[in-house]
Nanobody, 129 residues
Framework: QPQLAESGGGSVQAGGSLRLSCAASGYAKKNYCLGWFRQAPSQAPGKREWVGFIQPESGRTWYVDSVKGRSTISLDNAKNTLYLQIDSLKPEDTSKYYC???????????????????WGQGTQVTVSS
């Protein structure tokens, strides 16, 4: 049974960095994507914004514009662990971050949360100004 478990969230001042981890197991390892979504306090319940993805077979990554250039998604295959490093954190990065796994669409990844059915429980990131 697929399982994802996030860790690494916390409270940090603006300008700081965090690395989130997601221990993953039991998911299909072909034609799939691993990624991160987040839900800010201002968003409607259940509504999540995509943050970034990695397609493990190709190593390609994608990032939403708001984190591009200051975020890195990586995958340690030996540890079956997905990471999200965010630098230069901003108050608007305050959200609950979720990792997810789901099918790839060709050589790319879906950006809609509706296409993903495997989720972790989330980890809270709070950035103070």
């Amino acid at each position: 049974q697929p399982q994802l478990a996030e860790s690494g969230g916390g409270s940090v001042q603006a300008g700081g960095s965090l690395r989130l981890s997601c221990a993953a197991s039991g998911y299909a390892k072909k034609n799939y994507c691993l990624g991160w979504f987040r839900q800010a306090p201002s968003q409607a319940p259940g509504k999540r914004e995509w943050v970034g993805f990695i397609q493990p077979e190709s190593g390609r990554t994608w990032y939403v514009d708001s984190v591009k250039g200051r975020s890195t998604i990586s995958l340690d295959n030996a540890k079956n662990t997905l990471y999200l490093q965010i630098d230069s954190l901003k108050p608007e990065d305050t959200s609950k971050y979720y990792c997810t796994a789901g099918p790839a669409v060709g050589a790319a990844c879906f950006t809609s949360q509706d296409e993903y059915n495997i989720w972790g429980q989330g980890t809270q990131v709070t950035v103070s100004s």
